[in-house]
């Protein structure tokens, strides 16, 4: 049997409980922590991708066109269940913990300097970002997903995905201390 999430939406579509499971059990954890990243609130990141799951079963025969991965389309319902949870609360900081993993094993000087920044350095500098920003830098980082898909789940142009992670670093940059070139070399 087919164990790609595009046969596993296919059976979500036929009425196959199982086969949501198993999208549950390979996407539940990386939705949370984006719910979570947009609604500052694990309860209301909770209810989100429990919204996320009922919306994927309810509708996969009729909403999964193939246009984009089972992944980005399922980060796409997740955005929009906690869009309706949030339309006139303020846009929530990066959780502290997902700014610490943001940084790479091959990382440059820049993420070096992330990765050794205080914490609550790193909390409050994603803070001050504006929320498309840190939502661009959680798609691109946090969730893995390639920038034309960023770009088409957000519905903007490419370049504007690129434009903001590029201003995103930029900013995070700035705004935390710098290592010396010594400090780098290590």
Request: glycine share 8%; aromatic share 4%; net charge neutral.
């Amino acid at each position: 049997m087919d164990g790609s999430d595009e046969a596993l939406v296919r059976r979500v579509a036929g009425g196959d409980e199982q086969a949501l499971e198993l999208l549950y059990t390979g996407h539940a954890a990386a939705l949370l922590r984006y719910a979570a990243q947009l609604t500052g609130d694990r309860g209301l990141a909770e209810e989100a991708l429990q919204d996320t799951f009922v919306a994927v079963w309810q509708g996969a025969a009729v909403r999964f066109g193939g246009g984009s991965t089972v992944r980005t389309w399922l980060f796409g319902i997740c955005r929009n269940q906690a869009g309706k949870r949030l339309r006139s609360a303020p846009p929530p900081a990066l959780p502290l913990d997902a700014a610490a993993a943001m940084a790479s094993a091959l990382a440059t000087p820049d993420e070096v300097a992330l990765a050794r920044a205080d914490v609550s350095a790193v909390g409050a500098a994603l803070a001050r970002l504006p929320a498309g920003h840190r939502e661009v830098l959680h798609l691109v980082f946090a969730a893995e997903l390639p920038m034309t898909e960023v770009a088409a789940l957000l519905d903007i142009p490419l370049g504007t995905v690129k434009s903001r992670l590029f201003n995103a670093r930029a900013a995070l940059a700035r705004a935390l201390p710098q290592l010396t070139a010594k400090e780098a070399g290590r």
